[in-house]
């Protein structure tokens, strides 16, 4: 395992279960560097979308991919720049999402090059990154790596919740069926699927607060400092 001056933490669970809200909270309390890997897909997918780029094109999207500088703002969380601009609130459109998951993420050479990035800057220490394969394929000897679940039903309200603190309605059963089917593509993907390890501490957020979920990881955190 690679010696580094803080731990990283990793943290895989399926959509919705509440990752990057307590990532970034863990972040912030950590003083650690948030690594959203989702939004450096959307990144990548925007700055195809921007170029014209006809996203069936595997080749044209990977080239995409490789010509991205995509960077973290360390104390701005949830900041993501690509090329230099501050693309946080772009890449959350809509159609972003739409080709996001029906087109660049299942890439493989996409893939490669943002799992590389990802590694490079973790490299370190002190990050927290979440996603569907960061304690499988991108770090894989973490020294904190967490499986963050909660029931579906559970995930279908809350995303619910959320979506009417906005304005925005969209039916509960739609949203559940939405979840039940990203489950299972995020298990069946064919690179990058969701995976639970043998060693990575399992927390089930259905009866939890986010607070209770981000405390017990900063304690975790904290015995892992010393050993990192």
């Known amino acids: 395992m690679t010696k580094r001056h803080k731990p990283i933490l990793a943290i895989d669970g399926p959509a919705g279960a509440g990752k990057s809200t307590v990532a970034k909270k863990l972040a912030q309390a950590l003083s650690y560097l948030y690594i959203d890997t989702g939004a450096m897909y959307r990144a990548v997918t925007l700055k195809a979308m921007r170029q014209g780029v006809d996203l069936k094109d595997q080749s044209a999207v990977e ?113 559940l069926a939405d979840l039940q089917r990203r489950d299972q593509e995020d298990l069946c993907r064919p690179g990058g699927a969701l995976r639970r390890t043998n060693d990575a501490v399992v927390i089930d957020a259905t009866h939890l607060r986010v607070e209770e979920v981000v405390d017990r990881i900063i304690s975790l955190a904290r015995e892992k400092e010393g050993c990192a």
């Open 63 to 175: 080239a995409a991919a490789r010509n991205a500088r995509l960077e973290f703002v360390p104390g701005k969380t949830g900041i993501i720049l690509l090329d230099g601009e501050d693309v946080s609130e772009a890449i959350r459109t809509p159609e972003v999402s739409r080709n996001v998951s029906a087109y660049v993420a299942n890439y493989p050479g996409v893939r490669k090059v943002l799992v590389a990035a990802q590694q490079r800057m973790g490299a370190l220490g002190g990050v927290v990154m979440e996603g569907r394969d960061i304690t499988t394929v991108v770090f894989p000897d973490a020294e904190l790596k967490i499986y963050l679940d909660a029931a579906q039903e559970v995930r279908a309200q809350r995303r619910h919740a959320e979506l009417e603190a906005k304005g925005q309605e969209q039916r509960y059963g739609d949203l």
